[in-house]
């Protein structure tokens, strides 16, 4: 995006984590399985993929394990993109 020269507001999850209202926010009413990182080992150990944790569950197990949350996360308006797809970016943007 920034060969692109697309303007973008970044943050360093890892060094800024967001807090349970900003996760609630961001997650809003999107469905469990958009925004779980399922290479994260949490998700493969508690096979969450056959047995998806309910929102609530998912939102507490992502503030202990934030590695759960699936990355990175766009939004423009009420848009949002989970995960890295180049073309779905684009279109987003």
């Given at each position: 995006m920034q060969a692109k020269k697309i303007p973008l507001d970044e943050r360093e999850y890892g060094k800024n984590p967001l807090s349970e209202k900003e996760l609630r926010e961001l997650v809003g009413g999107e469905p469990?399985?958009?925004?779980?990182n399922p290479r994260n080992a949490l998700y493969?150990?508690?096979?969450?993929?056959?047995?998806?944790p309910s929102r609530e569950e998912a939102i507490k197990l992502i503030l202990g394990e934030p590695n759960l949350l699936r990355r990175p996360v766009m939004v423009k308006g009420n848009k949002k993109l989970w995960g890295f797809s180049e073309a779905e970016a684009v279109r987003l943007l």
């Open positions: 469990v399985e958009n925004f779980l493969r150990e508690r096979n969450m993929k056959q047995k998806p």
